[in-house]
């Protein structure tokens, strides 16, 4: 069993945790005194520990030193249109999933879904908590960091030097033609909404890679996905 803790409480001794993750031992996993458990800050450290006690309102539990995580790279990022519905919660927890670091939510010019600066803070706390949700469901110990950007111009702005993927479902070019494994340690992949990239996002991405998918035309959840899953096993990490 794997829950998260907030990085300053992690130390060896005695611990308590509330909330969702005694919720998740007492109530979903029904943990007992004497289970082991691996705590992570969701920041790179993890710590051995054992149930003491379980009461109605929380957990005990007696923690061994943390210990640090080596990262794995690259950091693989991915720029994710506003989805509507449901499918864009599922986009968030598959993306966690299958290894993406970090994810970056955009308003699409061609997105059917729209995020006002009144709703913006309480859906990407949403979006936070599924992406802690999957990561300790899958078993990963860092917590993919989830934000949002005004614009593509500020989500571009805002990345760092590496290598970058566009998707394009009419490009012919592959994974290993599109990404070189081993020559940068920070990955950006950005896929667009139901309707595609509008010309002028193109416009600014000329500096992206194109990279295609496969003959046929995948939803605007899925695709990200499946590229991160892509690049997790071209660069085995």
Do not use: N
Not at 90 to 105: R, S
Not at 190 to 196: D, R
């Amino acid at each position: 069993m794997r829950i998260f803790v907030d990085p300053a409480a992690l130390s060896a001794g005695e611990l308590i945790v509330r909330g969702d993750e005694h919720h998740y031992l007492a109530r979903v996993r029904r943990a007992r005194p004497g289970d082991p458990v691996e705590l992570v800050d969701g920041a790179g450290r993890r710590a051995a520990a054992t149930i003491l006690r379980i009461t109605d309102g929380e957990t005990t539990l007696h923690a061994g030193p943390p210990e640090a995580i080596a990262a794995r790279p690259p950091l693989v990022r991915a720029l994710v249109p506003l989805i509507k519905g449901d499918r864009m919660d599922v986009c968030i927890e598959k993306l966690v999933e299958v290894g993406a670091d970090a994810i970056v939510v955009w308003p699409a010019a061609r997105s059917v879904a729209r995020l006002d600066d009144a709703r913006r803070d309480a859906r990407i706390a949403k979006y936070r908590a599924i992406a802690q949700a999957a990561a300790r469901q899958s078993g990963r110990a860092q917590i993919p960091e989830v934000a949002s950007a005004e614009s593509l111009v500020a989500a571009l702005a805002a990345l760092p030097d590496g290598q970058r993927l566009v998707l394009d479902p009419t490009s012919d070019t592959p994974l290993d033609a599109a990404l070189a494994p081993g020559t940068a340690s920070d990955v950006t992949v950005i896929s667009g909404p139901e309707g595609g990239l509008a010309p002028g996002e193109l416009d600014q991405l000329t500096s992206f890679t194109p990279l295609g998918l496969g003959p046929r035309v995948l939803r605007a959840e899925t695709a990200p996905v499946i590229a991160v899953a892509l690049i997790r096993a071209a660069t085995r990490s």
